[in-house]
């Protein structure tokens, strides 16, 4: 078993949220499992993108991303990534074939994010870029919405 992956305290909030990322898709599989209507599913994606999703992807993009430069191979990856579940979660069609097209694209996202790119960053910030992304992204608490936990 691979070791666990050092974390760089100031990263620490982004793989919490990533943590939350990775239950969204089991509650996926799991709605999909228990045979839920596409349209509740769809409706819970809507809050977790508007609530987290988007706004993390704009914390990464704006203050994480620069410390290996938008030519970088890994952060194309990311942003082409990121402009791809974009597209998923605002998609109002065919909701079957979205949710789950979402459930696959966001957890190897999040995996590549935390087992590659976040390593390759961490590696090459200075302590300073760190101490940045500190003070730009306070940790936010997640609030569940239980307003329908279809995958109960």
């Given at each position: 078993?691979?070791?666990?992956?050092k974390r760089n305290e100031a990263l620490k909030p982004l793989?919490?949220?990533?943590?939350?990322?990775?239950?969204?898709?089991?509650?996926?599989?799991?709605?999909?499992?228990?045979?839920?209507?596409?349209?509740?599913?769809?409706?819970?994606?809507?809050?977790?993108?508007?609530?987290?999703?988007?706004?993390?992807?704009?914390?990464?993009?704006?203050?994480?991303?620069?410390?290996?430069?938008?030519?970088?191979?890994?952060?194309?990856?990311?942003?082409?990534?990121?402009?791809?579940?974009?597209?998923?979660?605002?998609?109002?069609?065919?909701?079957?074939?979205?949710?789950?097209?979402?459930?696959?694209?966001?957890?190897?996202?999040?995996?590549?994010?935390e087992r590659v790119l976040f390593n390759a960053i961490q590696?090459v910030a200075s302590s300073e870029q760190l101490i940045q992304?500190?003070?730009?992204?306070?940790?936010?608490?997640?609030?569940?919405?239980?307003?329908?936990?279809?995958?109960?």
């Amino acid at each position: 078993m691979p070791n666990p992956i050092k974390r760089n305290e100031a990263l620490k909030p982004l793989s919490r949220d990533h943590h939350h990322g990775l239950l969204l898709c089991w509650k996926i599989r799991q709605g999909i499992k228990l045979n839920i209507e596409p349209e509740r599913i769809k409706k819970y994606l809507d809050w977790f993108w508007m609530s987290y999703l988007k706004p993390h992807f704009e914390i990464e993009e704006q203050y994480v991303f620069p410390i290996l430069g938008n030519e970088n191979e890994l952060v194309k990856q990311a942003l082409a990534e990121h402009r791809r579940l974009e597209r998923l979660f605002e998609n109002e069609g065919e909701l079957s074939k979205t949710n789950s097209l979402i459930e696959e694209e966001l957890e190897k996202h999040i995996r590549f994010e935390e087992r590659v790119l976040f390593n390759a960053i961490q590696s090459v910030a200075s302590s300073e870029q760190l101490i940045q992304i500190e003070i730009d992204f306070s940790d936010k608490s997640f609030y569940e919405n239980l307003s329908d936990p279809f995958w109960l």
